[in-house]
């Protein structure tokens, strides 16, 4: 199972940005697609952003869209997810998650199906709030 690790969650005004990382040993991210999901407190788990391994497929939520951006540095075997202009409803604890198969490709409309993605980071925590 792909061993993720998130980071870069914290505090911040409305408004602000943030940078979460996913970071992974080896070169994990040449071969799975990554999703990133969030959940807040009384809310479903809802897949937010996803990165195609095999092609630069990518695909964006509408409540992010415009405002996230999902990047992958393989030298690195790190994903990240900009998030630029934080709104009070975006506070979540943010997941990545690596897909269960081989050369997963997000589709550009979505939806990202939850039962695709078999291993999952512990989490970052999200507040935004004044």
């Known amino acids: 199972q792909v061993q993720l690790v998130e980071s870069g969650g914290g505090l911040v005004q409305p408004g602000g940005s943030l940078r979460l990382s996913c970071a992974a040993s080896?070169?994990?991210?040449?071969?799975?697609?990554i999703s990133w999901f969030r959940q807040a407190p009384g809310k479903e788990r809802e897949g937010i952003s996803c990165i195609s391994s095999s092609d630069r497929s990518t695909y964006y939520a509408d409540s992010v869209r415009g405002r996230f951006t999902i990047s992958r540095d393989s030298a690195k075997n790190t994903v990240y997810l900009q998030m630029n202009n934080l709104k009070p409803e975006d506070t979540a604890v943010y997941y990545c998650?690596?897909?269960?198969?081989?050369?997963?490709?997000?589709?550009?409309?979505?939806?990202?199906?939850?039962?695709?993605?078999?291993?999952w980071g512990q989490g970052t925590q999200v507040t935004v709030s004044s």
């Open positions: 998650a690596a897909s269960s198969v081989r050369y997963y490709v997000c589709s550009p409309v979505g939806p990202v199906h939850t039962g695709a993605f078999g291993s």
């Open positions: 080896g070169d994990v991210f040449d071969y799975y697609a």
